[in-house]
């Protein structure tokens, strides 16, 4: 496999070596963006939930070799909840503690069946919790 090799967990693959940070202009713009989708999307009743992916490094960054964190994945869901956005912080959902199975595959920067079915359940409990009651005539 491609990539960098986790010096701490045997077989983990990681795609990108550094960490990273968004520019207030960029958070901004990104902001903007999120409440123009919601503000389209409520004129169809339609509802916005912003669910950020984040990538395996930020997940299993004390796995990587260079420590990596989650800085840059927490500024988009600040950036987010303070523009009153609903989010589904998938980053806490994917998260393992030691000794449980990871939610990443090794050698690929997808979810696994685990990590999909740990997002998948969030969504469908706040779907359902948020979803009006059907009609009783």
Known sequence: PLGIQSKSYPGLFFLNAENSQ????????????LESTQYALSATSTRLIYVPV???ETLYGR???NTLNDSSYRQLIQTAR???I???DALALLK???GQPLTYHLDDSHWNADGV??????LHRLIQNE???PSLK
Do not use: C, I, M, Y
């Open 22 to 33: 968004f520019s207030p202009e960029a958070l901004t713009t990104f902001g903007r963006l």
């Open 63 to 65: 796995h990587h070799p």
């Open 131 to 133: 979803a009006p009651n």
């Open 86 to 88: 609903e989010v589904v």
């Open 82 to 84: 303070d523009r009153n």
């Open 117 to 122: 079915h740990r997002v998948a359940q969030a």
């Open 54 to 56: 984040p990538d395996k």
């Open 96 to 98: 393992t503690s030691e």
